[in-house]
């Protein structure tokens, strides 16, 4: 088989992934997480505040919109600290709208959003509709030519961050096909915005009712192939979600390996049975393949045919890693390991969560499949 990517760190991800740890670590401690599940925000602006000053949501941006101009592959060690430690907030959602708005978006769109991005206005993306699909393309809502405009119909699910959205980017069906249009916020109505409660209660989900929104038509992007857009977005959504496995199944692993070197039970340390130490070996081998698939992905992303099928890998063996290690972490804490004071159900949750976003591993696997036989 062809070369899938190099593993290893760049003198910039190397720097990158020694502040991401410093700054996830001290910003987002476990305490602090359970406390902003209870907030209805779900983020610390003050940390957001701090991200933004540290150029990171203009790390894959070229510096001609105001980004630092690096890659994704520089993105990776961040999303990966930001799983590690939970650390909540709107970061992916504007990641990936920018990686959108790059991808299809029109000069001038790209002028006008990117920069503000970049600076720290969130931006969110509305891709998935009442029917789940994972497939982009399945969309039922429409933009529809009137007096010149297009006026928008139909729902978008799993808005992240929609209540705090300065720039929304949807996916709808223009002229038949597939398409894409980026908004600012005062064109949707709040009453048009409802939470959502999702199993992972560190996230903020919103479904975003698009009936009636007039919109120019300079709202849509470029007149390329949306499809195409749309796989693009798919594959960086998914190396992002791969890197936040990967940091929470070093998380787990970690909080395991701690309790199993000081909880006793008749008369030893628990981690001397074989019983417990194999099984935690397994994770954390499987979480060293996973890092290395996520690693190589993020470096060969851009190149055709052979990023998709490394992100895919990678997405794959991160989510199946991630689910391993904290079901293990839940059994092996006993009876406190099944209630809510122990924090492996908060990787649990990450993990069935990202499942359900953008393909679950079985999913990735089929569409490997597809790609290699």
Known sequence: MENLGRVGFSEEQAEILDIA?????????????????????????????????????GVAVPEAYGGVGLSLAEVAPIMEQMGRTLLSGPFFCSTLAGQAILAGATPEQKSEYLPRICDGEIATLGLSESNCDWDLANISAEAIPENGQFKLSGAKRFVAHADEAKIFIVSVLHAGAPALVVFDADRLPRSSIRRERVIDETKRSFEINLDGILLGADALFAPVAAEAVLKKIELVANLLGAAELVG??????????????????????????????????????????????????????????TGEIAVRMARAKAETTLAFAADRAIQFHGGFGFTYDCDAQLFRRRAIWLSSQFGDAAYQRARLAELLF
């Open 21 to 57: 740890t410093q700054f996830c670590r001290a910003r987002s401690p476990i305490e602090k997480v359970r406390r902003l599940i209870a907030d209805e925000r779900g983020f610390d602006e003050d940390v957001w505040k701090e991200l933004v000053e540290l150029g990171w949501l």
């Open 248 to 305: 929470g199944s070093q998380a787990v692993i970690d909080y395991t390996i701690e309790y199993l070197k000081t909880r006793k039970q008749f008369g030893k340390i628990i981690g001397s049975y074989q019983a417990l130490k194999h099984p935690i070996v397994d994770a954390f081998t499987d979480y060293e393949q996973a890092r290395s698939h996520l690693y190589a992905a993020a470096n060969v992303i851009n190149e055709q045919g």
